[in-house]
């Protein structure tokens, strides 16, 4: 029976992507690991995160109580699919879920357990959060209402990212997600005292809203060490979390004092709703419940133009559901008619269109010269623009061929190598070399290191990096005390 299944599995590996949270979690110690896996609920989210071979891996041998023999392991897999097994191999012990070996194959006892556990549902560990009863005095948030919260929230640090410095004064999401947008770099102030986006921020938006939320979190794990944050708590809080049911309140009694203080800044990122800070229940939302799940975090919501179907986040980002139902007409005369009537979709926009017309469902710009050397200098790319007008590009454009009017698409990279053609560098000049055969012998010498920048035979001279400055100094004077 397992041989047929892993079998079978090799064929879809290759378009299996490793989820962004594996690399840090194998950058941890054996000692963290062991740690994390005590709990029922981080086995069953890290065993949702991995590839369908190590799932299935993990699963034939979760129910045995010895190692399994290297050699009959090797007897499920088919000589071609032997690559994609011995990956899924270096994940799990780089995991320290596998206990590896030359000859037998086995999981870590602590993982095997407590991933028994989860699936048996034994135990009283409270590991998946403890519910609470029904409040008679008070009437619990309901699905919807934890929906619209969520998106809120969310919809509140997108539209911050995309208007901040643009003349906007759009809703400022707490100072805890300000320094968390700074630090992992998707907005800077290097234009002025407010905020703007980066070429980072950018990419962020064409990112999907999993993506998005595991970009901050992997940030917000980074800084725990920094704010004294005991890492396994906040880890498996995460995965708690994500094992909850939506729609329950949960009450606050059983978590870490670790814990308790995550909960406001997952208030802040709309992952968690409380009834106010001192309560002492919460209810996680569609963003929390989903995080190691495939399914949307964020509910589907409908444009009012009626023509167009947005995602969770006004389509900003890129869900399934915004690439195949894009919004975007561009023109050979550099016209932009965007079927929208959201506004960070609109935002977006105006991050690199001039805006001409807005009516209740259709906002209409043009792509300047000025306008998109101002989305160059806040370190939007013109491959970064080409992209984002692909992936939101009406269905009728998507009957081109090319989609995008290459006329287009070329002006927009002419216009970013206007502002690209000079580049400054530190470095050093050598120049008032004796004899020209001391020129060149010195400059032979830089450019085996690869450290010259510019040179002039005529004049004698050559730049180099500041890096190679001090073996190319020391070769001179070497030389010098030769002669």
């Not at 707490?174 to 980072?200: D, E, F, K, W």
């Not at 001391?438 to 830089?446: F, I, M």
């Amino acid at each position: 029976m397992p041989v047929q299944s892993l079998q079978n599995t090799d064929v879809i590996v290759p378009q299996h992507t490793p989820h962004p949270l594996l690399p840090f979690l194998q950058s941890q110690s054996q000692t963290t690991l062991t740690r994390l896996y005590q709990r029922p609920s981080s086995c069953l989210s890290i065993f949702r995160l991995l590839g369908p071979i190590e799932r299935q891996l993990i699963m034939n041998l979760l129910w045995l109580e010895s190692a399994l023999s290297v050699a009959t392991i090797s007897a499920w897999v088919l000589p071609e699919g032997k690559d994609a097994y011995d990956s899924a191999l270096a994940v799990m012990t780089g995991l320290h879920i596998a206990q590896n070996s030359a000859v037998k194959l086995a999981l870590n006892p602590t993982f095997k357990s407590s991933l028994r556990q989860a699936i048996t549902g034994g135990g009283s560990t409270g590991s998946f959060g403890v519910p609470t009863d029904k409040d008679g005095k008070r009437q619990s948030a309901n699905i919807e209402n934890l929906d619209a919260y969520a998106l809120e929230r969310w919809e509140t640090i997108l539209h911050y990212m995309v208007s901040s410095g643009q003349g906007q004064n759009p809703t400022k999401p707490s100072q805890g997600v300000l320094y968390l947008l700074q630090r992992s770099g998707l907005m800077n102030n290097a234009h002025g005292p407010a905020l703007q986006i980066t070429s980072s921020g950018f990419q962020f938006l064409l990112h999907s809203p999993h993506d998005q939320l595991w970009n901050l979190l992997l940030q917000y794990l980074h800084m725990a060490e920094e704010r004294q944050m005991d890492l396994v708590e906040v880890l498996s809080f995460l995965f708690m979390l994500s094992t909850m049911d939506l729609g329950r309140e949960y009450s606050t009694e059983p978590l870490s004092e670790t814990q308790k203080a995550m909960l406001e800044d997952l208030r802040d990122y709309g992952l968690v709703w409380q009834r106010k800070t001192s309560s002492k229940r919460f209810s996680p939302t569609r963003l929390a419940t989903t995080l190691t799940s495939s399914s949307p975090p964020l509910p589907s919501s409908h444009s009012t133009g009626g023509s167009h179907t947005a995602d969770g986040t006004g389509a900003v980002a890129l869900s399934s559901g915004a690439a195949q139902q894009g919004f975007i007409v561009l023109e050979t005369n550099y016209r932009i008619y965007a079927y929208t009537d959201n506004p960070l979709q609109t935002a977006v926009l105006n991050l690199f269109i001039t805006m001409k017309y807005r009516f209740p469902n259709l906002v209409v710009g043009m792509l300047t010269r000025e306008s998109v050397r101002k989305a160059l200098g806040n370190g939007i790319s013109a491959d970064q623009i080409i992209s984002y007008l692909t992936t939101h590009a009406h269905p009728q454009m998507r009957k081109n061929n090319p989609l995008l009017p290459v006329t287009v698409q070329d002006q927009i990279r002419l216009w970013e190598l206007e502002r690209n053609r000079l580049k400054s560098a530190e470095g050093y000049l050598y120049k008032d070399f004796a004899s020209q055969a001391d020129y060149e012998y010195v400059l032979a010498y830089a450019k085996q290191l690869d450290v010259v920048l510019w040179e002039n035979a005529a004049k004698r001279c050559f730049f180099g990096t500041l890096e190679g400055h001090a073996n190319v100094r020391g070769f001179i004077e070497r030389r010098t005390g030769s002669v």
